[in-house]
């Protein structure tokens, strides 16, 4: 059974701050990895999505990488602003004929001005 | 697009009664899932549909939940009767699978709270 576990649960910084958030599973035969993001009382915005073919994807100052056969991926936040502050989730897909994600709990972060 | 919509957005109700919540997926996209998202327990797929076909409804967690897709822009979630412990954000969302990425697209999400 597919597992995925997000360290650590919250996380606090200063403005600026380079960061790195941690997302591992228990089953590297994914089919993809995907991060998102939420806001409180808010949906979840699709921030990047790695195939498991990759290694990483990068959008502005966000960076992905994926370590399938550790089981490991990572989020970067480079520079980190006060209105990155949220909840970042990642999730797994099993195979290509399935829909199903499975969620992570989530990292809480806080950026402080 | 306005992406993924759901109804209602907040929905306050008495321990018993009947609740419908409602699902637009985006015009195309061919897969809609339902989850679910507690404190406890974080985000959970209760059931998916593939072209208006459920798929796996092994998430769904007992009868009294029920799921349907009469076609492709729309789905329900009805709970019936509806219980305390059922509280929780009921988020809808949406795929294309021949989409490079197939990216699920997540609605606001509908705040449950059962009395």
């Known amino acids: 059974k597919q597992e995925v576990t997000q360290i650590p649960a919250a996380l606090s910084v200063p403005e600026g701050e380079n960061l790195v958030l941690n997302c591992s599973f228990t089953d590297s035969a994914i089919y993809n990895l995907q991060w998102f993001r939420q806001d409180p009382g808010k949906g979840l915005t699709s921030l990047l999505l790695?195939?498991?073919?990759?290694r990483e994807q990068t959008s502005g100052r966000l960076n992905a990488s994926l370590d399938k056969s550790s089981g490991r991926s990572t989020l970067y936040i480079a520079a980190s602003q006060p209105g990155d502050s949220a909840t970042y989730l990642c999730a797994v897909r099993r195979a290509s004929n399935t829909g199903k994600l499975i969620f992570g709990q989530g990292t809480t972060l806080q950026v402080k001005p | 697009d306005a992406g993924v919509i759901q109804s209602p957005r907040h929905e306050v109700t008495e321990m018993g009664q009947e609740v419908t919540l409602r699902c637009k997926p985006i015009s195309g996209h061919d897969y809609l899932f339902w989850y679910r998202q507690t404190m406890m327990r974080g985000l959970e797929l209760l059931i998916y549909?593939?072209?208006?076909?459920?798929?796996?409804d092994s998430g769904m967690p007992e009868d009294r939940f029920s799921a349907k897709m009469p076609n492709a822009s729309f789905s329900t979630l009805k709970i019936q009767p509806s219980e305390p412990r059922d509280s929780a954000v009921y988020f809808c969302?949406?795929?294309?699978?021949?989409?490079?990425?197939?990216?699920?697209?997540f609605g606001p999400g509908t705040r449950l709270t059962v009395l």
């Open positions: 790695i195939q498991s073919s990759q």
């Open positions: 549909f593939n072209n208006n076909v459920p798929i796996d």
């Open positions: 969302a949406s795929s294309f699978a021949a989409s490079s990425y197939n990216e699920q697209f």
